[in-house]
């Protein structure tokens, strides 16, 4: 086996960044890199002796400020995101885009409700679900076009329909889970599981979250890919 998945942590915002990896052909993907970890990121990758060829983003980020545009600056990577979301992005996805790194195929299912843009990466055995699902939770959907409706269809009839062994890799996490499975999350959720979506819809609007530190910067920084905004000009 020469492909493998290599989950990276940013303890600031909690955000997993992972970095998928073909060894035979010397190439890298970072999925939801975070712009103060690019250096942590191309040291690895460096190491690894892998050229970065792809980035991709599962949706425009409130809570922290993508290192996509840095990395496609330092290195060439291809930037790869919703095509409703930002859109300073190379490859602009759609659903059922297929996109190869190496001998990896990542599939775009489009999973909105978090976000209107959000995306799920899948490849073979595993899926990348940003911020629809995560472990024992899932994203909130009170801004950024967020809807608690859609996101219980995008979870119930894209996610939960795929394989129960299907290992669910997050965006962040908040409380020590790293990763999860498909059939866990279908049984375990707590805001999901025998949940029908008015119970879900009237969960979700309850929540009462503070607004996410990063708001006001992360969202127009993130889509320009996360160049800095020079504020004024
Ligand atoms: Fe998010």
Redesign the pocket.
């Known amino acids: 086996m020469t492909t493998f998945v290599r989950q990276l942590f940013d303890a600031e915002s909690s955000t997993f960044t992972y970095l998928l990896g073909d060894r035979a052909a010397g190439v890298a993907a970072l999925i939801d890199p975070v712009r103060e970890q690019v250096e942590r990121d191309l040291t690895l990758v460096a190491q690894l002796g892998l050229r970065l060829t792809h980035v991709f983003d599962t949706?425009v980020?409130?809570?922290h400020v993508t290192g996509a545009g840095e990395l496609r600056a330092r290195v060439g990577a291809r930037t790869h995101a919703s095509a409703i979301g930002a859109p300073c992005v190379d490859v602009p996805l759609h659903d059922g885009d297929v996109v190869t790194v190496g001998a990896i195929a990542l599939t775009t299912l489009a999973t909105p409700g978090?976000?209107d843009d959000g995306i799920t990466l899948a490849m073979a055995g595993a899926v990348f679900t940003?911020?629809t699902l995560l472990v024992r939770g899932c994203?909130r959907s009170d801004f950024q076009n967020g809807d608690a409706g859609a996101l219980y269809d995008s979870v119930t009839t894209r996610l939960f329909a795929l394989p129960d062994a299907t290992i669910v890799y997050p965006?962040?996490d908040y409380r020590g889970h790293t990763a999860s499975t498909i059939g866990e999350e279908r049984a375990h959720n707590p805001r999901l599981a025998g949940r029908s979506r008015d119970e879900f819809i009237a969960l979700m609007a309850n929540l009462a979250l503070p607004p996410p530190r990063k708001l006001a910067e992360a969202v127009p920084a993130n889509r320009a890919c996360g160049q800095p905004i020079v504020q004024g000009a």
């Open positions: 949706h980020h409130a809570d978090h976000t940003g911020d994203g965006g962040h």
